[in-house]
């Protein structure tokens, strides 16, 4: 099993795009970019030079970025999606609360980031080179092991490592998967958390490397939701499920 503390690439290149731009005053402005159309993942939070990423936006291959962006101007201001690389991939002109439809049939898989007012506002976004399904419990005592199954719908590009993420607010990390067949991966993650709520979601990388040197993602998969539990409430549910069916079904519904 290997496993290892990170903090998301796709994150991290949003967040150096960031830093790699001038640095500007803050406006009175505030933004909040929406990207209707994609699949969320909620990741802990990360801040730079005033700006804080706490989500990954994740669309098919080909399929349009649907934006909306809310605002509390009336004025003009520049939508931009950024390569990895740091390379302008679209830009658009917006006026107030306003949408855009960003056409990304001739971008590749990858990672990008979507900026607006003078990256006061950044949302990472992966384009899926294929669909990702994550398959896991949602619910496991603590300090024992659950698995993560991974499947993907093609095998183009091949990916250099497929790994399975579990967070919180407070922590990430990520286990790496082995393949058990063509497209289908498993990742065992052991629960020795601290008892409460965590999000998992599972991503795959090339062995491209990119900016500050992170692999790119290619895909990554919805997020899922898993409780984990003392040993003991378990051993207690067991129990109540065993003197009334309907004991059962009102502890599923607590």
């Known amino acids: 099993l290997y496993m290892r503390r990170i903090t998301v690439a796709a994150v991290l290149v949003a967040l150096a795009v960031v830093a790699a731009q001038p640095a500007v005053g803050q406006s009175d402005e505030s933004y909040s970019i929406s990207v209707e159309n994609a699949e969320m993942v909620e990741t802990p939070e990360r801040t730079i030079q005033g700006t804080t990423v706490s989500s990954i936006a994740g ?15 009336s004025g003009s201001y520049r939508l931009t999606l950024y390569t990895s690389d740091r390379e302008i991939a679209q830009s658009v002109e917006l006026t107030g609360n306003d949408s855009a439809s960003m056409d990304t049939t001739n971008l590749d898989p990858g990672t990008y980031a979507l900026a607006v007012g003078g990256f006061e506002t950044v949302q990472p976004v ?28 093609g095998t183009t590009p091949t990916p250099a490592t497929v790994q399975a993420v579990i967070a919180n607010d407070e922590m990430n ?8 067949g063509e497209g289908e991966y498993e990742a065992t993650i052991e629960t020795t958390y601290e008892p409460g709520d965590y999000r998992l979601y599972a991503v795959s990388q090339n062995d491209e490397t990119v900016t500050d040197g992170f692999s790119e993602i290619i895909a990554i998969s919805g997020q899922r ?23 059962g079904s009102g502890g599923d519904g607590s």
């Open 59 to 73: 669309i098919s291959e080909g399929e349009s970025l649907e934006v909306s962006v809310s605002t509390g101007t």
């Open 126 to 153: 992966v384009i899926r080179a294929y669909e990702t399904t994550l398959s896991v419990p949602s619910e496991s005592p603590e300090d024992d092991t659950i698995t993560a199954e991974i499947s993907f719908s």
């Open 173 to 180: 990390e990520t286990i790496t998967a082995e393949q058990t």
């Open 225 to 247: 939701e898993l409780s984990i539990t003392t040993a003991g409430s378990e051993d207690e549910n067991n129990g109540g499920d065993s003197g009334s069916g309907d004991g």
